[in-house]
């Protein structure tokens, strides 16, 4: 299988930390493809209409995306614990944090066009506060919320991935939160994410 990718987006890392996770990255090609709103990769929309990464290229089968339908597909190639708990509350826990941790990173996305990729003269800045209001409300509820002695799963990788990235982009820190703090600390300690470290700019 070949994942298109990229070294600077939470998105594609966290499919590949997912890989990694669940034991099955070594079957995996992985190609680094630059894509923004403003810059088109024919390869990528080839494959993706939104022109987005990742996406996974299967030898006998269509294409995949995005990050949750990947993982999602992930979860069907192994034979151990699945990340993706397939009834329960645990399920709706899991899916529950993967959307928190998407909806954090579009924010922060979102907050980065307002304060530093779009024009000066094009910023609005009350969607900037708007956006960062939307972070810091995040952070304190993942600080009141998480688990942080629950099995692992998607939610878990989601999140490290996301708030990875937060500091990687020098976007709001979520530091001054001990319990969210200690967990993610420890997370990325973890091979998976080790094996899988952000690099690079993003080009327009």
């Not at 899916?95 to 066009?113: F, K, M, P, S, T």
């Not at 688990?147 to 990875?164: F, K, M, N, Q």
């Not at 967990?183 to 300690?189: G, H, M, T």
């Amino acid at each position: 299988m070949i994942l298109y990718y990229q070294t600077h987006s939470p998105f594609a890392r966290k499919a590949l930390v997912f890989a990694h996770e669940v034991g099955i990255a070594e079957r995996l090609q992985v190609i680094h493809h630059e894509t923004s709103p403003t810059l088109r990769n024919e390869k990528v929309h080839a494959e993706n209409p939104l022109g987005k990464v990742p996406v996974l290229l299967r030898p006998e089968d269509e294409a995949i995306f995005d990050s949750d339908v990947i993982c999602a597909y992930f979860d069907t190639l192994h034979d151990g614990r699945k990340l993706i708990p397939e009834s329960g509350e645990a399920r709706w826990r899991a899916l529950r944090l993967q959307a928190v941790a998407q909806g954090l990173a579009q924010a922060g996305i979102g907050l980065r066009w307002e304060t530093d990729r779009r024009p000066a003269g094009l910023r609005y800045p009350a969607l900037a506060d708007g956006y960062s209001e939307k972070v810091e409300q995040t952070y304190d509820w993942l600080e009141q919320t998480l688990d942080v002695d629950a099995p692992l799963d998607i939610g878990h990788v989601a999140l490290a991935t996301t708030l990875s990235w937060m500091a990687f982009r020098h976007l709001p820190s979520f530091r001054d939160r001990k319990t969210l703090t200690d967990w993610f600390d420890a997370f990325e300690a973890r091979p998976s994410m080790r094996a899988t470290p952000l690099s690079g700019e993003t080009h327009d």
